[in-house]
């Protein structure tokens, strides 16, 4: 998949230069090989307090990692872990959370089972109950009521995009013949399941 990188500005000009980026990683004083929560990496409500201590304004940046870990429990990305996540730092010197990268449905594709960050003390995303997203939320710092707004709103998104023409349609402009998109259905059934499950978050 082709993107234009978020972390240079001036792409096909003269002036292109690098924009500063920190993973969380680097971002907590930690070593690349601490990225994962277990057995010794940070837990997801520490990446929250860095975004908070970093960003100024930090409302979006903590919405934004929110969603992220939603988005990563609802299509199984097991490996979203803290070098999955950056700070961006504009040329006022202000910090604010990377857009997104490397999200991937590993779970359907046969990749461990366990999610990077937990939600409260679980990391099977196929047996979270509502407690564990209450123990996540205060872990957190945040409301359980808006961090279930949150999950409702990003599954009815998920479960809108999941029949629609247009993504059917996206993938095939992408490349994706028909026996590409018969395999896509156990990764749309997964989401589909998740979804589902969300609503009783």
């Given at each position: 998949?082709?993107?234009?990188?978020?972390?240079?500005?001036?792409?096909?000009?003269?002036?292109?230069?690098?924009?500063?980026?920190?993973?969380?990683?680097?971002?907590?004083?930690?070593?690349?090989?601490?990225?994962?929560?277990?057995?010794?990496?940070?837990?997801?409500?520490?990446?929250?307090?860095?975004?908070?201590?970093?960003?100024?304004?930090?409302?979006?940046?903590?919405?934004?990692?929110?969603?992220?870990?939603?988005?990563?429990?609802?299509?199984?990305?097991?490996?979203?872990?803290?070098?999955?996540?950056?700070?961006?730092?504009?040329?006022?010197?202000?910090?604010?959370?990377?857009?997104a990268y490397d999200l991937v449905g590993t779970l359907v594709l046969g990749y461990h089972r366990d999610l990077a960050f937990s939600v409260g003390?679980?990391?099977?995303?196929?047996?979270?109950?509502?407690?564990?997203?209450?123990?996540?939320?205060?872990?957190?710092?945040?409301?359980?009521?808006?961090?279930?707004?949150?999950?409702?709103?990003?599954?009815?998104r998920l479960e809108e995009l999941l029949n629609a023409d247009e993504l059917r349609e996206a993938v095939n402009n992408a490349g994706l013949g028909?026996?590409?998109?018969?395999?896509?259905?156990?990764?749309?059934?997964?989401?589909?399941?998740?979804?589902?499950?969300?609503?009783?978050?």
């Open positions: 998949m082709l993107v234009e990188r978020y972390d240079r500005a001036g792409i096909g000009n003269p002036e292109l230069h690098r924009i500063h980026q920190e993973d969380f990683c680097q971002a907590m004083g930690l070593s690349r090989i601490e990225k994962y929560q277990e057995p010794s990496g940070p837990r997801f409500a520490q990446c929250i307090a860095t975004a908070r201590n970093a960003c100024r304004p930090n409302a979006a940046s903590v919405q934004h990692l929110l969603r992220w870990q939603i988005f990563n429990v609802l299509v199984g990305n097991t490996d979203g872990h803290a070098k999955n996540l950056s700070l961006l730092q504009d040329e006022r010197g202000q910090w604010q959370v990377a857009p003390d679980q990391f099977n995303s196929q047996q979270l109950l509502p407690r564990d997203w209450q123990a996540f939320a205060k872990e957190s710092r945040l409301s359980y009521p808006f961090v279930r707004r949150e999950i409702r709103t990003l599954a009815a028909e026996h590409g998109w018969v395999r896509l259905q156990q990764q749309r059934q997964h989401i589909h399941t998740q979804c589902h499950k969300a609503q009783r978050w």
